[in-house]
């Protein structure tokens, strides 16, 4: 009895490693930001360090995005159909999502990042020979349940953790997420992310997984400093590029203008993330609102400051190598002139006119001393 003891204690220790780091698939990211709330804190027009962190696919926006996760795919050509997803809120069990026997899920290729939220619409465009990696799905009650259980699900900042299963319900991955590693420290204002590459040898505890409170990447490789998926990724899509138009270099734009952001593209490009920096690329922020899709433009609101370093760069979110920057830089103005007017910048004759052509006018109809 003691002997197969030993061989079952053996066993047990060889199936527990083989879950922690033979996993199929694994946790990148959630997001913990309070509803109410915003990432890295303070209001919509500043985080606490006085900058606009945001996520890449949602901007600068309050939730965050709401409910969601991020998984990646490590197996080449791995089949999902009837997974169950745990999704554990303060340490206990509250929802098991259920994936479906629908055939996105049949032949996963490795690099695969999957989500899942419930108010971002299921969108399965997936196609890794054109560059496309992601597929999302939304679990909403209410929804089709076409790829996952139609059912709502918690995300937070109170040892949320998630643990993935197979169709026979063995633990490929987890529970993964604060409780596990780290054992506290994901704040109401931050995201989870794997701060790392993701491999067959990541484990739910492993201590690359961390909080971030400036940026987040639903959909995209995790950014702290730039996640390498491109090793998992065997399948060789068309070579892309992305060439940015304008602003390419001295341009001299008003702040609050609406200014044409344009690029061109080659190959397979399905969307294109936009950001802006005023200090010559030691920082970037993304416009508001996001960019969506690749159409070869955006209409710009330019954000109200004065600097002579200004610069953009458009990347492709399906292959984050893919940019380009503005040549050169470019310069954004204030224009804070009382009466002015026309908004020329200028305090002329026209200026005067408009002032003249309204001199004594009065629009406040409870102003018993207004003129009629």
């Known amino acids: 009895m003691a002997s197969l003891s030993k061989y079952a204690a053996i066993f047990l220790l060889f199936g527990f490693f083989t879950t922690a780091f033979c996993a199929s698939v694994i946790l990148n990211e ?11 804190g303070g209001t919509l027009a500043a985080d606490d360090s006085g900058g606009r962190a945001s996520d890449s696919y949602f901007g600068r926006v309050m939730g ?15 089949d999902m159909r009837g997974w169950m997803l745990d999704v554990y809120d303060s340490g206990v069990l ?25 108010d971002v619409p299921s969108d399965i465009s997936y196609n890794p020979a054109g560059g496309d990696w992601w597929i999302h799905v939304q679990a909403k009650s209410g929804t089709d349940g076409l790829y996952i259980e139609a059912a709502n699900f918690p995300v937070s900042s109170s040892n949320w953790q998630l643990r993935i299963k197979n169709a026979a319900s063995a633990v490929i991955f987890g529970p ?6 780290p ?7 931050e995201i989870f992310r794997l701060e790392a590459a993701p491999s067959a040898v990541t484990a739910a505890n492993s201590p690359d997984y961390d909080a971030g409170d400036n940026l987040s990447t639903f959909g995209s490789p995790n950014q702290w400093g730039l996640q390498n998926i491109s090793q998992l990724r065997t399948v060789i899509p068309p070579a892309s590029t992305l060439t940015l138009i304008t602003p390419n270099g001295s341009e001299i734009i008003k702040g609050g203008d609406v200014f044409p952001i344009t690029w061109g593209y080659t190959g397979t490009v399905s969307n294109v993330l936009i950001e802006f920096s005023a200090d010559q690329g030691a920082t970037w922020s993304g416009v508001y609102p996001p960019n969506a899709g690749n159409s070869g433009s955006y209409e710009w609101l330019v954000p109200m400051l004065d600097t002579d370093k200004a610069l953009v760069r458009v990347t492709n979110t399906g292959n984050s190598g893919v940019l380009d920057v503005s040549n050169a830089v470019f310069f954004i103005y204030e224009c804070p002139l009382a009466g002015d007017a026309t908004g020329d910048c200028e305090i002329d004759l026209y200026d005067l006119a408009i ?7 009065c629009e406040n109809p409870y102003d018993l001393n207004c003129a009629p």
Not at 64 to 78: S, Y
């Open 355 to 361: 002032m003249a052509a309204s001199w004594l006018d």
């Open 94 to 118: 509250d929802k098991t999502l259920s994936l479906t026997n629908h055939t996105i899920w049949s032949d996963l290729r490795s690099g695969t990042i999957i989500t899942v939220a419930e």
């Open 176 to 181: 993964a997420g604060e409780g596990v590693w």
């Open 183 to 189: 054992a506290s420290g994901i704040g109401g204002s």
């Open 30 to 40: 959630y997001n913990a930001v309070d509803t109410t709330g915003f990432l890295g």
């Open 64 to 78: 965050n995005g709401g409910d969601w996760f991020e998984l990646v795919v490590i197996t080449d050509h791995l």
